[in-house]
């Protein structure tokens, strides 16, 4: 309405501006009404406008007619033939500058139509130049040529079909390898970078749930700046995978290659972990372990932890009940731990220890720093060798257990030494010549010892123990008379066990009697120890292996049995 009065003013002042120039209300009006070819005089008289033939050929009352009709239906005109009517183009000419659409254009649109047509018509561009509008420069769309030539409507209307890159700058990895000099985007944008505005909102959780970790952040799986385990396993995994894809990542994804990780961990390695949350399964690992797969064991180290280096950790304690003292102590056969076996278990060495300290000999006692006592010298007796090596019987070979007894008792026969009369069967001798020196027994070896080749009666320790049978108590340490023409074989077997259990001696100071010494050790390393002695007549040397003992581990190894050779 407001356009449709603006021209009817403009006709007024157009009619009133020709009536005044022609002069005459009266004269002009009759002019105007009825003279023929009264607009071309009008047309000729206003310079501003400009009448086709036609309209000049008209009255002004055949002009307002028509004139009052085309603005009645004004919005329904073309601009051009509004022009026409009014006889004027400024219209359209001033729209075309103003807006840079051409005036053809316009005068083809009509009035009602205008906006439609500037929106058809009116390019980016034109918008731009004409109305002053500046676009950012940092948005790659409005650089767009081919965006910026499109008419407005059809450029914004088709917005939401531009893709993201449009509106943001990207740089793809394609574009770095053609510039090297370039940066690209992250991951993500790229992914985003093709995606339209349309579909944004709406591909949003989809673009990030199929977004892969490696495609948001840098993983290096090789160099010197090789990124951590968990996020090379994480690469390939997308965003909606990721609880997931961390429930079921095991230590060894978490840690990489576990070839040279302690055995403890290369165990773990194929636990989750919430595997490793769940107690049981760690303690199966761990129980499963041996003792030398969780610490590090050599031949070196302590022999407990050798004994138990292939022992696994749930099995500890029943392996620990069946360790035995050379299982425990480097120096099992040191000191004190050397009178008891080096096969006692280790829940046994106490109840053990007691009866050996009981029943070991007074010399093996003093010789690892449990006892200490001052003897006699050999001159105390006048130097008599018989009375001096039964002093050393009595004192050297008798066990504390005996000489508490003994002093309980009030009487010591119980440390005395017990001589044995060895003779052969066919002499008839008795052992009366030996009543003093208090004889036990008298045995014919001949029933009981075989004979070497040279006719010595072999004595090994089960003749021994027949000779002493009923006798005396090994701890007393007889000692062997050997009647005149007795000739005694003593041998090694050549093995480490013992070739006799107990100590002994012989005297063989008898006519034609003898003691004769094999070249191979003879092995008495038993616990109890003692003293032992050979008198009289012997042949080659006494070669013997006697239990080494010592009082500390610093100290230099003795024997725990005492030898004379008489």
Do not use: W
């Amino acid at each position: 309405m407001r356009l449709s009065s603006r021209i009817m003013t403009l006709i007024l002042g157009i009619i009133l501006g020709v009536v005044l120039t022609v002069g005459g209300v009266a004269l002009g009006g009759y002019m105007l009404v009825s003279g023929e070819g009264t607009m071309g005089k009008i047309d000729d008289k206003v310079e501003f406008v400009e009448f086709d033939e036609e309209i000049r050929n008209q009255s002004l009352l055949q002009y307002g007619s028509a004139a009052i009709e085309t603005v009645s239906k004004i919005n329904e005109v073309p601009i051009g033939e509004l022009e026409d009517a009014l006889g004027i183009d400024v219209l359209s000419s001033k729209i075309s500058e103003f807006t840079g659409v051409s005036e053809e254009t316009i005068k083809d649109s009509k009035i009602g139509d205008l906006g439609t047509t500037m929106g058809n018509s009116l390019t980016v561009n034109n918008l731009s130049d004409k109305f002053g509008l500046e676009f950012p420069d940092s948005i790659p769309l409005f650089n767009d040529e081919e965006f910026k030539s499109k008419p407005v409507s059809e450029a914004f209307s088709g917005i939401d079909d531009e893709t993201l890159d449009k509106f943001i700058s990207i740089t793809y990895d394609a574009d770095v390898e053609k510039d090297p000099t370039l940066v690209a985007s992250s991951p993500i944008l790229q992914k985003l970078g093709t995606t339209k505005i349309s579909e944004l909102s709406n591909s949003m959780d989809g673009v990030i749930d199929s977004t892969k970790i490696g495609e948001i952040i840098d993983v290096e799986t090789e160099g010197p700046n090789k990124s951590s385990a968990v996020l090379i396993y994480l690469k390939d995994v997308e965003i909606q995978g990721l609880n997931q894809a961390i429930k079921d990542m095991t230590i060894g994804d978490a840690i990489g290659d576990t070839t040279s990780a302690h055995i403890v961990v290369q165990r773990f390695a194929g636990l989750t972990l919430d595997q490793m949350a769940n107690n049981d399964d760690v303690k199966t690992i761990i129980e499963d372990l041996a003792l030398g797969e969780v610490i590090t064991i050599t031949d070196a180290d302590e022999p407990i932890l050798v004994a138990l280096k292939d022992t696994k950790v749930g099995n500890l304690n029943d392996r620990v009940k069946e360790l035995t003292l050379k299982d425990v102590f480097k120096e099992y056969d040191v000191g004190v731990l050397s009178l008891i076996s080096p096969d006692t278990l280790i829940p046994n060495i106490s109840k053990e220890f007691s009866s050996v300290v009981a029943n070991a000999s007074l010399y093996t006692l003093h010789q690892i720093g449990l006892f200490n006592f001052n003897e006699k010298a050999l001159a105390d007796f006048g130097g008599n060798q018989i009375l001096y090596q039964e002093y050393l019987q009595k004192v050297r070979n008798s066990a504390p257990d005996n000489v508490v007894k003994a002093f309980a008792s009030g009487s010591f026969d119980a440390i005395k030494t017990n001589y044995i009369h060895v003779k052969l069967s066919a002499n008839a001798d008795d052992h009366t010549a030996f009543v003093g020196m208090n004889i036990v027994k008298c045995v014919d070896i001949d029933t009981i010892a075989q004979t070497d080749t040279s006719g010595n009666y072999v004595i090994t320790k089960d003749v021994l123990n027949t000779i002493v049978a009923n006798g005396t108590s090994p701890y007393q340490a007889p000692v062997l008379l050997l009647d005149a023409g007795v000739k005694i074989s003593l041998n090694g077997n050549g093995g480490e066990e013992n070739d006799f259990d107990s100590v002994f001696s012989v005297i063989a100071t008898s006519m034609d009697s003898l003691v004769t010494f094999g070249a191979t050790p003879i092995n008495i390393v038993n616990s109890i120890g003692g003293h032992m002695f050979f008198m009289g007549n012997t042949a080659g040397t006494a070669n013997f292996n006697f239990k080494q003992v010592k009082s500390s581990s610093t100290s230099p190894a003795v024997d725990n049995i005492s030898l004379s050779i008489i």
